[in-house]
């Protein structure tokens, strides 16, 4: 390669250093390796990395450089989701449910007696959507039930398929579906977090099933309690062999004054009494969607007290009771 190949190759060459420094400071990292970038972003190996930057690497130009114009385009498109993830792990609070969780999910890894199911059980605001998107940072599919499920086993391998990455048309026959969702469960094994899992139908439970059988995955089902029940009751002999490989069923505590004070700034928690007051109020509505919007609102204030509190309260259980979400009481 020429000196003036290698110099129309520069500013590409730092355009990736500076997104590499990018995502080292967004990820908290005092700094990303060469090894590491190459591994997660580049479309080569990190030898013909190093050689790039030092201005030694013998390939044909045409070919790198085509190369290197992907590399950019990729790691920029890529850069929004890496910094959304980065804030959801910054934000995300370990409450008692969400130790609860990560501590089945830890224990569903060891693979003992294929018990890799986790569920977990949870009102609106109880904090389901906060663990799925934490559990996404750490490379989990996600998949959000729908009412096609309760009729359809297809539409429920298609949305997972779909979801691990396999673009696949709707046409395709059931069986190959079936098979592409397997294979690419099968293929990177990770955890697969089920929301809204109420929708699901006996046959959904058989699918789960033969992840768990047929895969190195995890599966965390996330579903309203009610609802739930009304599953187990309406699906009983697929429902128990479902049961059988799940972890301790997680049914979510009552909101504590601790897991409350997860969510407050310095404004709301220094009211007298609010910190317990917010948690009752959580447990009778909203669950922490209850919590982080009195905080929001107290935060706003200069010096909020107790009327502020009460006021940031009754908005929050009059616009959730607008919503149909809460009672007026």
Excluded: H
Excluded at 1 to 12: A, K, V
Aim: glycine letters at 6%.
């Amino acid at each position: 390669m020429t000196t003036q190949e290698i110099n129309e190759l520069m500013p590409r060459i730092e355009r990736l250093n500076e997104l590499k420094a990018r995502i080292a400071e967004t990820e908290g990292r005092d700094a990303l390796s060469d090894t590491d970038f190459a591994r997660r972003f580049l479309p080569f190996s990190s030898t013909t990395w190093s050689k790039l930057q030092s201005g030694t690497y013998g390939g044909g130009y045409d070919t790198i450089a085509r190369r290197l114009d992907d590399a950019v385009a990729d790691v920029e498109g890529r850069l929004p989701n890496i910094e959304s993830a980065a804030a959801a792990r910054r934000t995300f609070r370990r409450t008692t449910l969400a130790r609860a969780v990560l501590a089945a999910l830890s224990a569903a890894r060891e693979g003992l007696d294929d018990r890799r199911v986790v569920v977990v059980l949870a009102p609106t605001g109880g904090g389901k959507t906060a663990i799925r998107d934490y559990l996404a940072t750490r490379n989990a599919v996600c998949v959000e039930g729908r009412q096609a499920w309760r009729s359809s086993y297809r539409a429920f391998c298609l949305d997972v398929a779909r979801a691990a990455g396999r673009k696949l048309p709707a046409t395709m026959p059931e069986y190959r579906i079936e098979d592409e969702m397997l294979g690419a469960l099968r293929a990177k094994p990770r955890v697969l977090f089920i929301d809204e899992a109420n929708t699901m139908s006996a046959k959904c439970a058989n699918a789960i099933k033969s992840i768990v059988n047929e895969t190195e995955c995890c599966v965390v089902i996330a579903a309203i309690p009610e609802l739930w029940d009304r599953f187990l009751a309406g699906s009983v002999q697929e429902a128990a062999q479902l049961v059988n490989r799940c972890q301790p069923i997680l049914r979510a505590p009552r909101i504590s004054a601790a897991d409350a004070r997860l969510f407050l700034g310095e404004k709301a928690a220094g009211v007298p009494g609010a910190v317990a007051k917010i948690a009752a109020a959580a447990n009778a509505f909203g669950g922490f969607r209850t919590v982080q919007a009195v905080n929001a609102a107290l935060e706003e204030c200069d010096r909020p007290g107790e009327d502020d509190l009460d006021a940031a309260l009754a908005m929050q259980r009059n616009n959730l009771a607008a919503a149909g979400l809460a009672a007026t009481k």
